[in-house]
Structure formats: C-alpha cells, structure tokens
C-alpha cells in the first residue's frame, strides 16, 4: 500500500523531530470526536498525544451544525493556517472511535474535498500508537500561523440525495459501511450516539460491507488483495461508480479512502447526508432486513 496515503506509527516515530519543527512542511493532526474519546479506550488529547500533535475535534473544524454541512471552506483555510499548516505541508491525520480513524479520516475526505494534495493517514490509529508504546506528549504545540488557500471544492468525491436518486434508478452500486444490525433496521444508530433518523433499515440496492470487515485485529488495514476480494464479494470491483454512505459520513468515509485512495478505484463518492438523511426523507424508499 502506497505510503503517499498510508503510513505506519513506525514511519511517523522516525519523523517525530520533524513534526515537532516550526519551520518543517510536515503537521500531524488527531482528529476525534470528543464525545466518543470520553467513551473510548484510546488516551484523549490532554492527556497524551503524538508528540507534535494538533487537535482538531471534528466537530468544530469538519463541520458546520448549523447547516448540517461540513465546514466551509473559508472556515477550514482559517483553521488550518493558524495551525501553521499551508497548501503544501505534508498533513498526516490520525484517530481513535469505535473503530480506528473513525473521525480522522472524515478529516482526511474533507482535505481532499478542498483539494489538499499530500494528506495520509497512519494505519491503524491512535489505538495502534498507544497500544504499542510509541511515545505520547501532553504538550499543545504552537506553530507559526501560515496563510493556506483551499482550492475546489471536488465534487467528484462528495454525493447527494439526488446522486442517490440516481444510483437506485441505474443500479449504481452503493456500499453501506454500518454495522448489520443498522443496515437490516434493528437498529437505527449505535448506541449512546444522538444523529438518528425516523426510520430504520437502508437504500435499495445497497450491499453492506461493515467497517469491523476492512480491518486486522490489531486495528490495521487489510491487505489490497484482501480489499478487493471483500468489495467484490459485493458487487464492487471499481469498473463503475460507487458511492458510500452510513449514518452521517464518517465511517462512510473510511471505506471511501479504502476504495479511492487505496486500491485506487477512479469514481467513488462519499455520501455524507447518509442515513441521517435519507431515514428522514418523506417518501424515500428503503428496504429492511438482510
């Protein structure tokens, strides 16, 4: 796997002088959700991070809760320039979750969103990092402000309901990364998480790939050939459009990096409306059970 988007603890723990540099073109950012890090088994930012570390939660600098959107992209050049981050500084984003990088790669789609062009993130996450015994800081770095111009936004990796719309009519093949209790209606969101929908079940036509399914027991990525096998298994093999989708477009957006980044497949979209949407949607059609 290309490491111009995935890259090792080991590979960050040589550079770790690096990200520590004011003057360096290289930034790591811990992108978590802080309701869910209270919930977790990983170290929370304050107390103990990858030395170097920005923290950006995810909801204050990917989204706008106002509109139900992401940030803007005015918002995300602000932000990222105050943490002494420019167009062309090497971003590596990393997490924990229920799952690993659950939050840091919704970061991760964002910056390619607004055309970030050297953005990767470490396998296997925050979790990995801390249960190895690789070095944490409880030091909040201070970078010089830099001015960083977002470019875009690409369209071509986001989705909307009309896209879905689309998708069902033609057979586009959609990929629904919940768990299988959600995807079949047993449930309608992860428990002790608020973003929920009137509705349970999932879009016609969809197959589920649960998130747990891509992953190693240490956290980690499967193999590509282990990736492809279980997105083909699917109905997905990167000869058409694909489009992503869960509950709000963070776990959507790990299997969007699976399928785009690294196997490479050309045409696949993030749904970020996801099932928060379209659960909500008077008249939109769903299906329930397996």
Known sequence: ???????????????????????????????????????????????GHIPGALNFEWDAVFTDETERDIVSKEDFAARNGEGGIDADTTVVVYGGGRVPNWFALFGYWIYKYYGHDDIRVIDGGKGYWVENDYPLSTEEPEFTPRDYEARGPFE???????????????????????????????????EGLNETAQRGG??????????????????????????????GDAGVDGDESTITYCRVGERSSIEWFLLHELLGYDDVRNYDGSWTEWGNLVGAPIETGE
């Open 1 to 47: 796997m290309s490491e111009d988007v995935l890259v090792t603890a080991d590979w960050v723990e040589e550079r770790l002088d690096t990200f520590q540099d004011d003057d360096s073109d290289h930034r790591l950012v811990e992108i978590n959700n802080p309701t869910v890090t209270d919930e977790s088994e990983y170290t929370p930012y304050e107390e």
């Open 156 to 190: 071509s990796v986001r989705a909307y309901k009309d896209d879905i719309d689309k998708a069902i009519e033609e057979g586009i093949p959609m990929v629904d990364v919940r768990s299988p209790e959600e995807f079949s209606g047993e449930v309608i969101a992860p």
């Open 202 to 231: 999932h879009i016609p036509g969809a197959s589920n790939v649960p998130i747990g399914t891509t992953l190693n027991e240490d956290g980690t990525f499967k193999s590509a050939d282990e990736l492809r096998e279980l997105y």
